[in-house]
């Protein structure tokens, strides 16, 4: 054993011999106990194993795999990325996906903080509403257009969304739409028909209204823009942003937040503002406190966290304004302009496009996979509701608004809109002021 170790040892390191030699010796000495002696033999062993994992000159372990980091913000999706993983790491195996997951909020300021220290994960979500930020200071890598033929089987929308200056920075994940859902048990309980879809805002007021008694409130109106306001303001012919202007000051636009805000302070069927800065607005639809509440198709595995509760819950259409729209997002799969792997990454990029990796998002149920056709396992996973109701919103479905400091000026709208659901600032004041800061905050670029 003392001759092997020697021989082993001296082909690969030196100093590690020396060491080794040293400890080795111990074991011959009589006077080490049996005990020691095995601790030693132990030691020897871990740096004979250290020696086979030199680093090659690519920075790839000498078993030749090469680690791409792999970073996401949603534990609810761990299982379907890994999946995706795996099926890839098969195909590929001289790769190596490392997945990382932290929250929402620590996502992005370790993004920034990896951006500013050029040390971005290899492979990232992006966020359509973050992404000038990154592709403005050349941080993405350009993604190949030719990718599923030129993405044909992708929303064109969401395609869109991810490009800047005419290049491609991210393959599209998935979508979103927003549904109305409700509890059929305080449906049963106030004698209330189920919605069937075929509903307008003033059906959908008078729906409330009948529900709300008995300390429970009708329908949610929290501030909140993707799954509130904003689908009211399309369905009012209004808009958010065009031509790379703000449309808050638009008179459309205006009616429709006003009449949003009106459900909590005037129609009082939604508690107010104060009520869901105690108590998240999900969370008081599944604790029963109120009836129905419009929320995105990625809330659903919250709603479902409790089987038995969740089989008391449906999901319908967004009732009509003068026209029928929701919003609708996508995340993108995204890497670092300066990742030390660009030919893995784009291997990656090419897989995630793939059938078969949107089939897996499906079957996991992660998220309502982008890619066309491919939905259908995730719609089927959960029997009592219908869920392919945010599957056919998608045609009449408006993209989630962006524009350049999309980050900024939305974090400026959460300040700008607190006193208005407070009822100490009036739309039309608070709607003006941030239409001209949205501008110059688009226009700084």
């Known amino acids: 054993l003392y001759d092997f170790f020697t021989l082993f040892l001296l082909k690969n390191q030196v ?140 929303p064109q929308d969401l395609v869109k969304l991810y490009q800047f200056n005419g290049k491609q920075y991210a393959v599209p994940k998935d979508f ?62 209004g808009y958010i942003i065009k031509d790379d202007k703000s449309g808050y000051n638009n008179p459309a636009t205006q009616e429709a937040i006003q009449w949003w805000v009106d459900l909590s302070l005037k129609e009082k069927v939604s508690p107010l503002q104060k009520e869901f800065d105690e108590v998240e607005y999900v969370q008081m639809f599944t604790s029963g406190k109120v009836a129905m509440a419009q929320l995105g198709s990625w809330n659903l595995p919250r709603i479902e966290e409790d089987k038995e ?32 792997y660009p030919e893995e990454a784009k291997k990656f990029l090419q897989f995630l496009a793939t059938e078969k990796a949107n089939l897996l998002q499906a079957k996991y149920v992660s998220a309502i996979p982008a890619y066309e056709g491919t939905q259908q396992a995730w719609v089927d996973h959960n029997k009592d509701m219908d869920l392919k109701i945010f599957i056919d919103q998608l045609k009449y479905g408006v993209v989630y608004p962006s524009a350049s400091n999309g980050g900024k000026w939305r974090d400026l709208g959460n300040q700008i809109f607190a006193p208005v659901f407070a009822g100490k600032v009036d739309v039309k004041t608070a709607t003006e002021e941030y239409a001209k800061k949205m501008n110059e905050m688009i226009e700084a670029k």
């Open 176 to 237: 979103d739409t927003i549904g109305v859902f409700y509890n059929k048990e305080l449906f049963d309980k106030a004698g209330v028909p189920y919605p069937d879809g075929n509903w307008d805002w003033a059906q959908y007021l008078e729906t409330a209204k009948k529900l709300t008694k008995d300390g429970i409130y009708g329908l949610s109106a929290p501030l909140n823009f993707q799954e509130g306001f904003w689908n009211e303001v399309y369905q009012n012919e």
């Open 309 to 340: 509760s969740a089989k008391k819950v449906g999901v319908t259409y967004l009732p009509r304004g003068k026209k029928q729209a929701t919003i609708y997002n996508g995340l993108g799969y995204s890497v670092s302009a300066k990742t030390k």
């Open 15 to 154: 100093i590690i011999y020396y060491t080794t030699d040293f400890l080795l010796k111990q074991i011959k000495n009589s006077e080490v106990t049996v005990m020691r002696k095995i601790l030693i033999l132990m030691v020897c062993l871990l740096l004979v194993l250290s020696c086979g994992r030199k680093e090659n000159k690519d920075g790839s372990k000498s078993g030749g795999k090469k680690e791409l980091t792999y970073l996401i913000w949603d534990k609810g999706q761990e299982a379907g990325m890994k999946a995706i993983i795996d099926e890839f790491e098969k195909e590929n195996p001289g790769v190596k996906i490392k997945l990382q997951i932290v929250g929402w909020e620590e996502y992005w300021t370790k993004l920034e903080t990896s951006a500013t220290g050029g040390t971005l994960p290899d492979i990232f979500w992006m966020h359509s509403e973050r992404f000038y930020d990154y592709a403005s200071n050349g941080m993405l890598m350009e993604v190949d257009k030719n990718i599923d033929e030129g993405f044909k089987h992708f």
